[in-house]
């Protein structure tokens, strides 16, 4: 239990600072666009290239992946489904929509969560690797063509391709792959620049919460209930559900159901800004979720860990 308070300590500290430095306008006003044009363009490149490039080969293709592939994916064709069928929402607000509901924070809240609740920090890197690689291109390119008004495949792919995070991520899994040693003089002023991502990001976040309050936004009430929902408590039964299916060890089921239970990431936040749709959405869903997934882990915890104690 020790390691979910530590966890989120990590990450409710920067927010905090960023809520504060918000507060007291200490960055001007056009600091929140700064802050999440860096993380996209520069920072969260590095960060997914530093952690899929140490990243065991053996645990990035292990039965994790698909039991998350398949948790993951389910939960968004429902959201796609609700938001498309039932609320009738556009284009981008739906893809921000499903994503609020199925992407995990497997970076910023994952990977803490993962070495002190689950003892392995690398136990979040199957579910980066498919966010990363399926997941999000997916998800960019429809974004792009629905806020660009572009419907040119070869322009969805090319800007898709073309995608830093993207790019950081596939050299990332290379390097792993082919099991590439990067010398300390090229790896460590990589995670140097790395290393400073997790924190801008939170703090842009805690920025956007300054003067925001929780569900307020006319006629969006419920699309951020009904993914909160999904996120907090469909997907993690889902994952326990499809876990059992695929006979993995209680241990296994244990790390699945945990890393489902995850929030909401703030990517999806950030992708959000970049494209100019669903921000509020997105920000209350990850908010919510966010304190909601500490209960629910405690409960994950309780009823699920193997570990004796």
């Not at 990590?10 to 600072?17: C, E, I």
């Not at 306008?25 to 920072?43: E, K």
């Not at 392995?120 to 690689?133: D, G, K, M, T, Y």
């Amino acid at each position: 239990m020790t390691g979910v308070l530590t966890g989120f300590a990590v990450v409710g500290l920067a927010v905090v600072v960023g809520y504060v430095i918000a507060r007291i306008d200490l960055l001007g006003p056009h600091a929140r666009h700064v802050l999440s044009r860096l993380t996209f363009f520069v920072l969260s490149p590095f960060l997914l290239f530093t952690v899929l490039a140490r990243a065991d080969v053996a645990t990035l293709f292990s039965a994790l992946l698909p039991v998350s592939m398949i948790t993951a994916g389910l939960i968004i064709v429902v959201s796609l489904l609700v938001s498309i069928l039932l609320l009738r929402r556009p284009v981008g607000e739906t893809v921000i929509a499903a994503l609020s509901a199925g992407q995990v924070n497997s970076n910023n809240i994952g990977i803490p969560i993962s070495l002190y609740m689950l003892g392995n920090a690398a136990f979040s890197a199957p579910v980066i690797l498919f966010q990363l690689l399926v997941l999000m291109p997916l998800a960019l390119a429809v974004l792009d063509a629905a806020t660009s008004g572009s419907r040119s495949i070869g322009r969805i792919v090319t800007q898709t391709a073309k995608n830093p995070m993207l790019v950081g991520s596939a050299l990332g899994v290379l390097v792993a792959v082919f099991r590439v040693d990067l010398p300390p003089i090229v790896f460590d002023p990589l995670h140097l620049i790395a290393g400073a991502c997790v924190p801008v990001l939170l703090m842009s976040y805690g920025m956007s919460l300054y003067g925001q309050r929780v569900l307020t936004e006319p006629g969006r009430r419920v699309d951020v209930v009904v993914a909160s929902v999904l996120k907090l408590v469909t997907m993690p039964l889902l994952a326990w559900v499809v876990a059992i299916w695929f006979g993995l060890p209680d241990e296994q089921v244990f790390i699945v159901v945990v890393l489902a239970a995850l929030p909401t990431a703030q990517n999806v936040f950030n992708f959000a800004q970049r494209y100019g749709v669903g921000e509020i959405l997105s920000r209350d869903v990850v908010f919510i979720s966010t304190v909601g997934c500490l209960p629910v882990l405690f409960a994950v915890a309780l009823l699920l860990d193997p570990s004796p104690g």
